[in-house]
């Protein structure tokens, strides 16, 4: 399995949970939660809609720690 990289994009408020992979699916597990699933069937992605409502804690700790990564 290769690296996971999270982004959160706040104008549409969503967060990515994912890997490197071409997406061939999409399977909706629950109300805005998203697995990305590859040729292979296997999970490359998480796409968690309307994040800041339902991770408001999470995002909060990501945002931090990416803005300490990135010097602002």
Do not use: F
């Amino acid at each position: 399995m290769g690296d996971l990289k999270v982004y959160y994009d706040p104008e549409i408020d969503v967060l990515y949970i994912a890997r490197e992979g071409i997406e061939e699916e999409v399977i909706e597990v629950s109300p805005g939660i998203n697995l990305e699933i590859d040729d292979k069937g296997e999970v490359i992605g998480v796409e968690i809609l309307e994040a800041s409502r339902l991770l408001r804690d999470v995002i909060s700790q990501i945002s931090k720690r990416t803005q300490i990564a990135v010097g602002y």
